[in-house]
């Protein structure tokens, strides 16, 4: 097994464009969990019961059981039947592309973790900050936007961070369907020339600067905000 | 996170004066925060809430947290305008009386009343039904509270924590919430600490803020809850003058919990002894703290001058 630098150059454009739908689907996904997760919070001390009981058992669900089978049910299940739907509300994404399932489906999956960590993060602000609240009269809307989750959310800025890096290395499941990223990028070239060793060492490489790189940035934004 | 009481961006010593005397007679100016030569504002032009304030009763209120039942059947009633101290040993349950009229615990038997309205019942065609958030909202209009702990906001400045309230509440424009917050630092003595953020003050600074955070919402009824207790000893005579000085000032309705004899006996009409969730004594202060009747509060009071 030699390494061969003339094909590793010639393979690079097809891994970076894998790339670039890995980082894609990573963050629109990213996105996806963080609001959704909040809303499970949210939902999750609502005042129905009804309401409580439902999202506790579908998140607990959706966090029990493994990615890929949820992107199976995503791509051939769900968006068959609501991309349609879908589409006419937001006509410039085809959600019967594999990239949509993918993105939807991680964030989702991931939604139900964030959700953990916002939950975690509002138990700990203190009993005090709500006493404040009443004590002061605050609106119950007010008490959420203005005192509780500004206070809940710096303190879980690092433990989200970490689960950006974290759906970033759980991307390359989305080559079960058929999203080409990165990884499935570097099978397709080998493929091609049944040569493996450079495709898939470059991922490997190429996964590493990205989380390196956005490790760093995490922990900026946390020395930069998640002081209270 | 126990509460730094040295702020860590100043040198000069903060606190260990006593707050500017509010009262024009005394002449005294400021130290703590107001720039020397620069004479702290009369003390009728400060925007402390004048008149009307109501009277609080409490009628066979039961509180009970579990099988512990804290407050029996208590009745007891406070003039309007009136300041009394509750004192007694912990667990006698003068905190759940501050927290029953805050709404911070919820009532379990008895009647509330501030003024002619009941606190945590309303009139439903004639019935007396429990109170639903609104009517409680209402009635909180008319109650501040100073905690302990100051509970300030820490992801907002000294500014927005004493104009959120207004503003958000009360529906008082940007600007008048930020000219009465003005004023109010300038009666606590923190006129330049505008700006700072709660983390930044010293526990006396932040307890003064909090005392500004709660007269912004013009209250006519304030609950003082050990407001000294997390103070470092040096610090509490200051919050201890500031506080009697604007209880002079105002008509407000105060009610206080306090472990400080010279303090309850500096600031209160009348003071009433607790026991078990009842009222042991009562009286004026010279007399409580003179010739107490009871066994049980001298007692009481000879074990926390003793301390």
């Not at chain 1, 080998?190 to 600067?209: H, W």
Request: proline share 7%; hydrophobic share 45%; net charge neutral.
């Amino acid at each position: 097994m030699e390494w061969d630098w003339q094909y590793s150059g010639d393979i690079m454009p097809d891994l970076l464009d894998g790339l670039k739908y890995t980082i894609i689907a990573t963050l629109l996904g990213y996105v996806i969990a963080l609001v959704l997760g909040l809303v499970w919070t949210l939902l999750r001390r609502a005042p129905n019961p009804v309401v409580r009981q439902t999202v506790r058992w579908v998140t607990e669900f959706i966090r029990c059981t493994p990615l890929i089978p949820q992107l199976f049910f995503f791509y051939f299940v769900i968006l068959p039947q609501v991309a349609p739907a879908l589409h006419t509300v937001l006509p410039f994404i085809d959600f019967q592309e594999p990239i949509a399932a993918g993105v939807i489906a991680l964030g989702v999956h991931y939604s139900t973790y964030t959700a953990e960590v916002y939950r975690a993060g509002i138990a700990d602000v203190p009993r005090g900050q709500w006493e404040a609240c009443t004590a002061l009269n605050l609106p119950r809307s007010r008490v959420w936007t203005d005192v509780i989750l500004p206070q809940a959310i710096r303190k879980v800025i690092p433990t989200l961070g970490n689960y950006l890096i974290a759906m970033f290395k759980d991307s390359p499941m989305l080559l079960a369907i058929q999203v080409v990223e990165l990884l499935n990028a570097s099978f397709q070239v080998g493929a091609k020339s049944l040569k493996y060793l450079e495709p898939i060492t470059i991922v490997g490489v190429l996964f590493v600067i990205v989380s390196v790189i956005s490790s760093i940035l995490v922990r900026r934004l946390e020395r930069r905000y998640a002081t209270v | 996170m126990p509460q730094s009481d040295t702020a860590p961006e100043s040198s000069e010593p903060k606190d260990e004066a006593p707050a500017p005397s509010l009262e024009k007679a005394t002449g005294r100016t400021g130290a703590d925060g107001v720039p020397a030569g620069k004479d702290p504002k009369p003390i009728d032009a400060a925007p402390l809430p004048k008149g009307g304030a109501p009277g609080i009763t409490f009628e066979k209120v039961v509180k009970r947290f579990g099988s512990n039942v804290v407050l029996r059947e208590l009745d007891f009633t406070v003039a309007p305008g009136e300041r009394v101290t509750l004192i007694g040993p912990s667990g006698s349950g003068k905190t759940t009386i501050l927290r029953l009229l805050m709404t911070l615990e919820t009532l379990n038997e008895g009647v509330i009343w501030i003024g002619d309205q009941t606190l945590w019942h309303m009139d439903r065609g004639g019935k007396r039904v429990a109170a639903n958030q609104k009517h409680l909202h209402e009635m909180r209009k008319q109650v501040g509270m100073v905690f302990q702990q100051f509970n300030l906001f820490p992801n907002m400045n000294v500014l927005r924590n004493l104009t959120e309230g207004p503003r958000r509440v009360l529906g008082v424009s940007q600007d008048e919430a930020v000219e009465r917050a003005r004023e109010l630092l300038e009666l606590v003595g923190l006129a330049d600490k505008l700006n700072a953020h709660p983390t930044q003050l010293s526990g006396g600074q932040q307890q003064r803020v909090a005392v500004a955070r709660a007269l912004a919402m013009q209250p006519k009824v304030l609950l003082l809850d050990e407001v000294t207790s997390a103070l470092d000893p040096e610090l509490v005579v200051g919050v201890q003058d500031l506080l009697r000085d604007i209880a002079n000032a105002s008509d407000i309705t105060l009610l206080c919990v306090t472990h400080e004899m010279n303090f309850a006996r500096d600031i209160s009409n009348r003071v009433l002894m607790f026991d078990q969730g009842q009222i042991v004594e009562e009286g004026p202060p010279e007399q409580i703290f003179g010739e107490p009747s009871e066994q049980r509060t001298r007692d009481f009071l000879q074990a926390v001058l003793a301390s």
